[in-house]
Each structure stands twice: as structure tokens, then as C-alpha cells.
């Protein structure tokens, strides 16, 4: 069996395992999941787009993810298993290549598919049909696969719980000397509720620090309706952004009401760093954390909650110590880059190994799944 990885985006894997090692940036997790697989990469094609893929981008996706899929269905048979990092370059892949005679085995990691586009593209690409196996970091998204399209336990897996986070680069160290007063950290656009984050800190003798950068001219508009003298937001580099987590006294993710998984990857980097986290509550490991006291919850949208929160945290320094421990622990211990890498390898070759099956090439999609 020969492993493939479609990958979402155009990414030199080496480049970033090469200065990973140098301490520059956190490990891609891929990188070591091609390693551990004997896989090839294949990125994005950027040239020789056709007016097709441009009007199939439309439904998911981008022109570059539907050509790729164009190139792969001619390259891939049924003795190949492609694991697809993204439904933008998976469905693409799974429509092309899984009405083939002889089809590849298709995996396809879906981050986000409850929301209109994502239900529409399963509509009308009607790729459930060519998918072998469905994964995701989302009870929610595992649970709308199973529940609104009929999908096994066997074809939807949830592998891990959260994503992989480099714990060789996001570590605990010092604050920087500058700091003149406590600094509230937050990070990323997507879903986040940076009003509310504005109304609460108001009043607070802090500095409210974002790490947030989009070319979107309109999702910056939307994330920062109000931008008060104690809030700033810049981009910062890997190294920057890992000092950024050093110096917050307080990582606060305030996050509009979703099912997405889009405030992990700074909740478990924010961990890493053993910083103390408030966050806003849902569903999952997230509501699963705040109870068990490892992170601080507040409703969304609850302004007042939120100010009373930081302030408690703030004010009690060893209370803030002992959940920062637990968090750092616990990304230490069970939510970190190798766990992920680890568990996704073992899903994929314990359900497609190394032995080609000759009579599955001629079988029905139906058949195969039973």
C-alpha cells in the first residue's frame, strides 16, 4: 500500500522541519506524519488551472485544490491510500478520484462542515459516496456526519482530541523586563468576540495584546468593531509569538457562540507555555477542561463574567499558578504534537496496513463499507 498527503496550502515541509530544528518555528505535524507513512506530498497546483476548477471552487475549496485533484486522478489506484489534511482539498479529491474503476482508498480530515458551505458541498458533490474514512478533532463534526448523513462508526472516527501543538518550541520561560503593567493575550480572527473582550478590560489597569493578522480588509473590520487605547494588534513571528504567550499574564480566547474547533490551537499553546487561560464555554474537551478547573469559563458574550474572571485571576496569582500547572501538564502529558502524529498514523495503517487488496477494486462503494 503506498500512502499519499494532500495538503490544504503550499508548504515547504523540510524548510519548516529545518528551522523547527533551529528553534525557529513549532514543528509541522505533517511533516513527521510523511515520515512515519513513507508518504508523498502533494501540494496545491498553482499553474494550469482550467475554467472548471475555477467554477468548482465555488461550491469548496480553492482552483488550486480542484486541479490537484485533476492531476491525482490520474495518478492514483486502488493500491494507494490519500490522506487529505482539509475537506477544501479532500472533497475536491474524493469527487475526482473516487468515481475511478479501480479507486484510491480516500481520508479526508475535516475541520469545520457544519456550517452552510460545508453541508452544501456534501450536497452537491455527494462525496460521502467516495470517502473510505471521515476524521476529526470535533465530536460535533463526527456526530454530524454520522447523524445527518447515516455514516458508521467505522467511517467517522474522532482520533484525537485536539491539535497537534509543538511542545519543543511553545515552552514556559520568562517575561520580557518591559512590561510596565499585566498584559491579556489573545490570538486569531476566526470566531473571536474581541468586543466583548474590549467592553470587559475597559476599566482594568491592563494591556490588551492580540495576535491577529488577515489580508480579509472585513474580517479585521468584524473582529475589531472598537479598538481602545489599552487594546493593540499586530502580526508576530513564530519567536515573537512564543515570547507574546511568555508575557500575558492572562491568555483570554473570547470567542462567539460555534462548533467549530477554532480557539484550540492557542488554548493548548497557551498551555504549553503554562499560562493561565479563560475561555469561552462549549462543547467538547474545551467544556471538559473548564470543569475540571484546568481552564477558566465565561459565557459568551457575558461581559461581565468575562471582567470578573480576568480580575480573579489577576488578583490571585497562586490560584492562577496551579491551573497554569495542570494545563502544562496536561499538553505535556497527553495533547501534544507526538500524541497527534502517533495517533493518526496507527488509524490509518490499522485500517488500510500494508497488504493491497485485489478484490476490493471491482466492488461497489456500498459493499466495501459493510
Known amino acids: 500500500m503506498r500512502y499519499h498527503i494532500a495538503l490544504s496550502y503550499a508548504s515547504n515541509l523540510e524548510l519548516i522541519a529545518q528551522n523547527a530544528q533551529a528553534g525557529k518555528c513549532p514543528m509541522d505535524a505533517m511533516w513527521d506524519i510523511s515520515k512515519l507513512l513513507k508518504a508523498k506530498v502533494h501540494l496545491p497546483i498553482a499553474d494550469s488551472l482550467s475554467p472548471l476548477d475555477i467554477i468548482r471552487s465555488k461550491i469548496i475549496g480553492k482552483p488550486q485544490h480542484w486541479a490537484l485533484a485533476r492531476s491525482l486522478s490520474k495518478q492514483l489506484h486502488s493500491d494507494d491510500v490519500i490522506f487529505c489534511a482539509g475537506e477544501d482539498v479532500g472533497f475536491p479529491i474524493a469527487r475526482l478520484c473516487g468515481a475511478k474503476v479501480a ?191 484546568i481552564v477558566t469559563g465565561v459565557n459568551p458574550g457575558d461581559i461581565v463574567g468575562l471582567k470578573q474572571a480576568i480580575a480573579k485571576v489577576l488578583n490571585d496569582p497562586q490560584k492562577a499558578f496551579e491551573q497554569a500547572q495542570q494545563g502544562y501538564e496536561l499538553v505535556l502529558n497527553q495533547f501534544n504534537h507526538h500524541k497527534y502524529t502517533q495517533a493518526l498514523v496507527t488509524k490509518l495503517t490499522s485500517r488500510f496496513g500494508n497488504i493491497n487488496h485485489p478484490k476490493l477494486v471491482f466492488q461497489t462503494r456500498t459493499n466495501r463499507y459493510v
Open 103 to 293: 479507486p484510491p482508498k480516500i481520508v479526508v480530515f475535516v475541520h469545520n462542515i457544519t456550517q452552510l458551505q460545508g453541508r452544501l458541498a456534501l450536497k452537491l458533490l455527494n462525496v460521502q459516496e467516495w470517502v473510505d474514512l471521515f476524521l476529526t478533532i470535533s465530536p460535533v463534526q463526527a456526530d454530524f456526519l454520522r447523524n445527518s448523513l447515516g455514516l458508521s462508526h467505522k467511517r467517522v472516527c474522532q482520533v484525537v482530541e485536539a491539535p497537534p501543538t509543538d511542545i519543543s518550541f511553545f515552552t514556559p520561560g520568562l517575561a520580557s523586563p518591559k512590561k510596565v503593567r499585566p498584559i491579556i493575550g489573545s490570538r486569531d480572527l476566526q470566531k473571536r468576540d474581541y468586543q466583548t473582550l474590549a467592553d470587559a478590560t475597559q476599566d482594568l489597569n491592563v494591556d490588551v495584546k492580540i495576535c491577529a493578522f488577515s489580508p480579509d480588509a472585513k474580517a479585521l473590520k468584524q473582529a475589531f468593531k472598537v479598538m481602545p487605547n489599552h487594546m493593540s494588534y499586530c502580526f508576530y513571528d513564530w519567536c515573537e509569538l512564543l515570547q507574546f504567550y511568555r508575557d500575558s499574564d492572562i491568555v483570554v480566547i473570547s470567542a462567539v457562540e460555534n462548533n467549530s474547533s477554532a480557539s484550540l490551537n492557542t488554548l493548548f499553546e497557551a498551555m504549553a507555555c503554562r499560562r493561565p487561560v479563560i475561555i469561552t464555554r462549549s462543547s467538547g474537551i474545551i467544556a471538559n477542561l473548564i470543569d475540571a478547573g
